[in-house]
């Protein structure tokens, strides 16, 4: 069965899509653009490394401007985020059987409640999976490390292929001083495999 993965090459994605393979699902990984940024191309590259097929959606920017609305009424990106994660999820349901994003146990957004998975399986009739809900950061951050050599960075040094990009882009002097400074991870391949080996050792240095 296919598991359509949303993600962004970041360790809880890729760690998920490493979860749902093991698991027998064919997984095709998806990462989303409002066309405001092609931060797109950096999860392309970390999911092709890994070996899944990958695919990039485009999707109304009503939603991100929706989303960076609320962001700038509320002074903090979570509430906004998460609408945009709510939304891209209600889209992707309306074409896919099986959805799946990289969400943990300890997150606070984006991230759906039990009530909103409910509402989506049984409206769309697709099942959602979140494999690392039942996971905390210490064992993730482990399990990651093990599998995955990974550059950690600022979020404000570089974008990512995630929604908070396009809605600091979309904000653009307006988003000053809203987004809090936190750590960000994009996964650059397997550990072991021998062509990354010098790849990884300039990333540490």
């Known amino acids: 069965m296919e598991a359509n993965l949303l993600f962004s090459g970041g360790k809880d994605s890729s760690l998920s899509a490493f979860i749902l393979k093991k698991l027998g699902y064919e997984v095709k990984t998806i990462t ?13 590259e970390t999911s092709e490394n890994l070996g899944y097929a990958h695919r990039v959606m485009r999707m109304d920017e009503r939603i991100l401007k929706e989303g960076s609305r609320i962001i700038l009424e509320d002074g903090y990106p979570s509430k906004g985020i998460k ?22 146990r300890d997150d606070r957004t984006p991230k759906l409640e039990f009530n909103e998975i409910r509402s989506l399986e049984d409206r769309y009739g697709v099942e959602y999976i979140s494999p690392l809900q039942g996971i905390g950061y210490k064992t993730l951050r482990y399990l990651a490390n093990k599998l995955f050599i990974i550059e950690t960075y600022n979020s404000s040094e570089k974008k990512t292929a995630d929604y908070e990009t396009e809605a600091r882009i979309f904000l653009g002097d307006r988003a000053e001083n809203i987004f809090p400074a936190h750590e960000h991870t994009r996964v650059l391949g397997w550990r072991g495999d021998a062509e990354w080996q010098e790849i990884s050792h300039s990333v540490k240095n």
């Open 32 to 44: 989303i653009t409002f066309g405001y940024s092609e931060n797109w191309r950096l999860a392309k």
């Open 83 to 104: 609408y945009i994660h709510r939304e891209v999820i209600e889209e992707l349901a309306k074409d896919y059987k099986v959805i799946c994003d990289g969400s943990r």
